[in-house]
């Protein structure tokens, strides 16, 4: 069983910063690809950024230039640093694990980013 637990949502005004978190635990093998989708009301969710075990990143169109992912591989975790925030940014933000060889994927509960103008 995999787990992930996101942290790091919450409020913040245009212009601002918030940086996301998410820890995955459990029986996991090798990690493929670990990432952050995000999904606002009535819309489908969508690929905010990903990064594989590489490093290579990418990023979202909407994203790119204002938010950056990074990964600590010896402690299972992916941060999403969100700079220069937007309205449009809010949405539940999920965490997403992609690992062993049959690429199974796994998904956190999500976290709440509200961006006020």
């Known amino acids: 069983q995999v787990q992930l637990v996101e942290s790091g949502g919450g409020l913040v005004q245009a212009g601002g910063s918030l940086r996301l978190s998410c820890v995955a635990s459990g029986s996991i093998s090798s990690i493929n ?3 952050w989708y995000r999904q606002a009301p009535g819309k489908e969710r969508e690929l905010v950024a990903r990064i594989h075990s590489d490093g290579i990143t990418n990023y979202a169109i909407s994203v790119k230039g204002r938010f950056t992912i990074s990964r600590d591989n ?3 975790t992916v941060y999403l640093q969100m700079n220069t925030m937007k309205p449009e940014d809010t949405c539940v ?3 997403n694990l ?3 060889p049959f ?3 796994n998904w956190g509960k999500g976290t709440q980013v509200t ?3």
Do not use: P, Q
């Open 74 to 76: 010896a402690k299972n």
């Open 98 to 100: 992609n690992s062993g």
């Open 93 to 95: 933000y999920y965490c």
């Open 103 to 105: 690429g199974i994927t």
């Open 115 to 117: 961006v006020s103008s």
């Open 33 to 35: 690809v670990m990432g």
